[in-house]
């Protein structure tokens, strides 16, 4: 019979996956939240000095 070597990498690399994914999520949610707020003070001032 035929010998198979067998490398396992399961969860190292699910682990850097999930990490990568997370960092991919926080930056994502970084920028929603500092385009929000962004926005919310320049309607604010555009409603000020506009009126």
Excluded: K, Y
């Amino acid at each position: 019979m035929a010998e198979h070597s067998t490398t396992f990498t399961g969860p190292d690399t699910q682990e850097a996956l999930l990490a990568d994914r997370q960092r991919s999520f926080e930056g994502f949610c970084r920028f929603t939240t500092i385009s929000s707020v962004f926005l919310v003070i320049l309607l604010a001032l555009m409603a000020i000095f506009l009126v």
